[in-house]
């Protein structure tokens, strides 16, 4: 005992002077805190990503549909998606005899290709046949097959080899 009091040891006397943080406690706090926030807007941003690659594939889906069935309820030789794609909906545009569209199934002749711009994504459309007997009451009945693609990006350019694929394929 010292003539003011119990002593104290070293590691007592620095405990007692230490009021906040250290600055490497402070910045080890904020780089964790950074890494979760950028963990957390990563995820979000790739959700946000697939779900609008979702949203393409489901309108690649439903446009060739809408194709397939258009064909099937006209004459097809005198079939023109443009007119019925530009009436069933005013914000697409349909362009005829466009490039970059996805091949022809074996078999297949292509009656014409086409490039629909529906909500900025740019879809590629080939509209080909199997039968060429095309009129009513044939012994076979005419096979439609309507491949739809789409680049990454959704922007113009060759689709031709992009993976994003839809196909359907209808009787007559």
């Known amino acids: 005992m010292g003539a003011n009091g119990p002593r104290r040891s070293a590691a007592d006397s620095w405990r007692g002077r230490q009021r906040g943080l250290t600055l490497i406690e402070v910045m080890l706090s904020i780089l964790v805190v950074t890494t979760i926030i950028l963990a957390a807007l990563a995820s979000r941003y790739l959700s946000v990503r697939q779900a609008r690659r979702g949203d393409a594939y489901n309108m690649a889906g439903n446009l060739g549909l809408l ?70 009451g044939a012994e076979h009945p005419a096979q439609l097959h309507a491949g739809v693609t789409f680049r990454n990006h959704y922007e113009a350019g060759d689709a031709s080899t992009s993976s994003n694929y839809v196909g359907l394929t209808t009787y007559r």
Request: proline share 9%; glycine share 8%.
């Open 67 to 136: 194709l397939v069935e258009g064909w099937r309820s006209t004459e097809p030789t005198l079939y023109n998606p443009t007119a019925l794609l530009g009436s069933f909906n005013p914000h697409m545009t349909v362009t005829s005899g466009a490039t970059g569209c996805p091949a022809a199934p074996g078999g297949f002749t292509t009656l014409n290709t086409y490039r629909v711009v529906l909500d900025n994504m740019n879809f590629y459309v080939r509209l080909a046949y199997a039968n060429p007997d095309l009129t009513v």
